[in-house]
């Protein structure tokens, strides 16, 4: 029996194979959701919320039902009236180590309902309570104006600290206060003994703002429901189309199999479509309701309010240091703000188990809590709890160099995990696969110039400038869900066609899935199709997210590949008149051994369909638990006019440890675009909410600050491949990598630009607003010939 030496095959992977999906994106050929109609359409707009919190005495709609066009006002009430369910998030993430989740004292959470559309109240600015539909989407807008909503404003709560305290308005009846998850891991006894014997303790309390996901497509949905077959079927952008078919089925009441969910093109996501919005479900059930299809297309206002968001942690944290300079032990109280409705609690599981960083810290100990509060939900975002996490132990090594006279280079160093300490488990129980971290801190300091970045910093001080250098070094996870399917078919002219549930959303799956198609059947490049994104297709699957589609994905198809050779070695056997243990197979040719017999996949799929309706084909389910930790360094330099606090990135490297990389071109875009991402989230991205009202402040582009080509630099990125032994390839992942430490490494250099001036700490997201006023309290600090020092 043919076995396949994964290793040996590989031929283009590891290789810069252009993407095959570009030329269909590029050329107006890409099938989103907005891009497709059906005949006798109709359209929804959604009657929002203008309060933060507020009851709905009534709503009368008599107004809205006399426009032209108008077909229906759907309210709460009418979609209890039909059945229709609450959205199952699931929102508690399950590990298999020592973090895991739960009320004070161990209690379940609560998680409160998420209807479609409440009846009782609203509790965030721009939640959904009614729907109109229309013959036009300017009809509908134009109605949902007229729709009157007799609201009683209640007390709410935004922030998250003060959401989190104790005279707080309550978001939910079922809780006394606002806290749904209280939970503590680690050694609480030997962390405490070890801060009473440190030589030196230092602690920050450290804010990571909220931020939105701002995807190129806008959220859309397109429902209809066939009464002749009583299936439903939709069209919407999403991180996983089985997910959401069997959420959504569960919302409507149905078989998952009376539901078809469509899922093609995706333009952009990083955590903000993984989970069903509310108008997924609006939609199919008002084409029930109607009889026609029902769209629904987010305006980019509306997507400000009503996409979930990202991040919103406030970290408590301390580390305990001993005379040289080791880490004994870290200490950290995490609070998150899930908003008005738990959809994830993914930010705050993730980042608890990553508490030690990439250091040895021998014991720690983790409070973590979650906090409800009036504003929209969160959800996972690029990375989710990893910068965060990132940014409070790096920025807080920082602060132990300054305050105690280390060097933050030598700090790290003398504390970082060793590579022969891997498997590594870390304080709270993350089990560390692999990985070469100071290896990765000395590559980033050659490439980098770190020891001329002291000249390029007396040169601007010269022209008047603050020159500052960051640093940080990185850990993070991927998990994810643990199952994946592929079906590989093999077509009579020799192509296959491979059919496998990780939905894109611009990361190139269909080209780096087909290079290990490729090579471990043997076959061109060119001859594999992968399909995604259907669910009458595409029938189990974990989707994208938490970095899993890779290494999900190649070991699947590891697997699948190995059965279908099997599967081909049988026919071929039969053919050749042979033994199975006398085929052979390399390079995507079977043959005989001893004799010169020979076919190709062609010859043996056209067998196949002789044999069977089924052709040669196989279908391979698996799943994985065992997480990966990506890892890396970055470093950047910025430069400060102290004048107006204007600043300018002039330079940014990163080496980052991505396992086996498939394609190097898609891995170092894919760190491009988590580098901006982190970047526009520490020096420009803030969803702001006045703190008088409750309204956010942040409803369009004009408001909302996002990194451009204009205002970041060339990045110097440099791939490291320690391989995972977790999986067939070795693949970690590379898709979040560029994000983690971006928030980290962008503060240091700030904090370092800013230290002739003396020590200050400013809050994310680093405006040239927030640094002048920095330079401003820092100057007031000094007297005047230190001033002077400090200019010159």
């Known amino acids: 029996m043919p076995k396949l030496d994964i290793l040996g095959a ?20 890409g099938q989103f959701t907005d891009d497709f109609t059906m005949p006798d359409q109709c359209w929804t707009a959604m009657v929002r919320s203008p309060y933060p919190h507020a009851a709905i005495r009534g709503i009368d709609d008599r107004g809205a039902r006399a426009l032209p066009g108008v077909i229906a006002v759907l309210t709460g009430s009418d979609a ?9 998030h699931n929102p508690v993430p399950s590990t298999r180590f020592d973090v895991k989740l739960t009320g004070r004292g161990g209690t379940p959470i609560y998680i409160g309902e998420h209807f479609l559309l409440p009846v009782d109240r609203a509790r965030y600015v721009g939640e959904a309570v009614a729907m109109v539909v229309a013959e036009t989407r300017e009809q509908a807008l134009t109605a949902a104006e007229a729709v009157i909503v007799d609201w009683d404003p209640l007390p709410w709560v935004a922030g998250t600290r003060e959401a989190a305290a104790d005279t ?15 939970a503590t891991f680690g050694d609480e006894a030997a962390t405490d003994a070890a801060f009473a014997a440190a030589e030196h303790v230092v602690s920050a309390t450290m804010a990571i703002g909220r931020v939105t996901g701002v995807p190129l497509e806008p959220r859309a949905a397109l429902g209809w429901f066939d009464p002749e077959t009583e299936r439903y079927t939709l069209r919407a952008g999403s991180g996983g189309a089985v997910r959401q078919k069997h959420e959504l089925a569960t919302v409507l009441g149905v078989d ?51 996409d979930y968001q990202g991040r919103d942690l406030v970290v408590t944290i301390a580390l305990a240091i001993n005379a040289s300079g080791r880490f004994l032990a870290i200490r950290s109280d995490n609070l998150s703000n899930v908003g008005a409705r738990c959809v994830s609690l993914s930010p705050l599981s993730k980042g608890s188990g990553l508490i030690t960083g990439s250091y040895d810290i021998p014991v720690a100990t983790l409070r973590s809590r979650a906090t409800f509060s009036n504003t929209m939900p969160t959800q996972a975002y690029r990375s989710s709890g990893r910068p965060e996490v990132t940014f409070a132990i790096e920025r807080l090594i920082d602060k132990a160099a300054r305050e105690l006279g280390f060097d933050r280079l030598e700090l790290r160093r003398r504390n970082l995990v060793a590579p022969s300490q891997f498997p590594y488990r870390n304080a709270v129980g993350s089990p560390y696969d692999s990985g070469e971290y ?9 490439i980098a110039d770190w020891t001329g970045a002291q000249e390029r910093q007396r040169q601007a001080r010269a022209n008047g400038m603050l020159y500052g250098v960051g640093f940080a070094n990185y850990v993070e996870s991927s998990i994810g869900s643990p199952k994946e399917r592929c079906d590989m078919i093999v077509a009579p002219d020799g192509t296959v066609e491979i059919v496998i549930g990780t939905q894109p959303a611009g990361q190139g799956h269909e080209t780096s899935f087909a290079q290990v198609v490729a090579d471990l059947l043997g076959i061109a490049f060119d001859d594999v199709t992968v399909t995604l994104g259907d669910t009458d297709v595409v029938t189990g699957g974990g989707g994208t997210h938490s970095g899993r589609s890779m290494r999900h994905a190649s070991t699947v198809i590891a697997l699948a590949a190995q059965d279908l050779v099997e599967r081909a070695a049988a026919l071929a056997a039969a053919h050749f008149e042979v033994t199975i243990d006398e085929v052979t197979f390399d390079t995507g040719v079977f043959g005989a051994r001893d004799t ?35 890892n890396g360094s970055a470093m950047c330099e910025v430069e400060i006019d102290p004048e107006t606090g204007g600043i300018e990135i002039t330079r940014y490297t990163t080496v980052d440890d991505v396992g086996r990389c498939i394609n190097p071109m898609i891995v170092h875009g894919q760190t491009h675009g ?36 204009d205002n970041m630099p060339s990045f110097v990125t440099e791939i490291a491949e320690v391989i995972s032994p977790t999986n067939p390839f070795g693949v970690k992942a590379g898709g979040e990598g560029g994000t983690t430490p971006a928030p980290a490494v962008i503060m240091s250099a700030i904090e370092d630009a800013l230290a002739p001036l003396g020590a200050i700490e400013i809050e994310m997201p680093a405006t040239p607003n927030r640094i002048w006023r920095a330079i401003q309290t820092l100057r007031d600090r000094q007297p005047q010939n230190a001033q002077m020092e400090c200019a010159q």
């Open 168 to 182: 707080a308005p309550p978001v939910w009846d079922g809780l006394p206060d606002n806290i749904l998850v209280d």
């Open 10 to 29: 590989l031929r283009s992977v590891g290789q810069p194979m252009r993407r095959k999906e570009d030329q269909r994106l590029i050329t107006g050929q």
């Open 80 to 88: 209890l009236a039909d059945g229709i369910g609450q959205i199952p």
């Open 256 to 306: 998952p199999e009376q539901l078809r969910v469509i899922s093609l093109d995706v333009g952009g996501n990083f955590g903000t479509r993984n989970r069903a919005y509310v108008e997924f479900g609006l939609v199919l059930w008002a084409s029930r309701r109607v009889g026609r299809p029902v769209k629904f297309r987010a305006d980019r206002s509306e997507s400000f309010l009503t």
């Open 596 to 630: 010169n017999l020979s076919c190709d996949w062609a010859e043996l799929a056209r067998a196949a369909a002789h044999e069977s309706a089924e052709g040669l084909r196989v279908r391979r389910d698996n799943e994985m638990h065992q997480p990966v930790f990506p």
């Open 438 to 446: 100071e290896r990765n801190m000395d590559r980033l300091l050659e």
């Open 674 to 709: 988590g580098i901006a991402q982190g970047v526009g989230q520490a020096l420009w991205e803030g969803c702001t909410i006045d703190p008088d009202s409750g309204q956010p402040l942040a409803g369009s582009l004009t408001d909302y600050g996002m990194p451009r080509s």
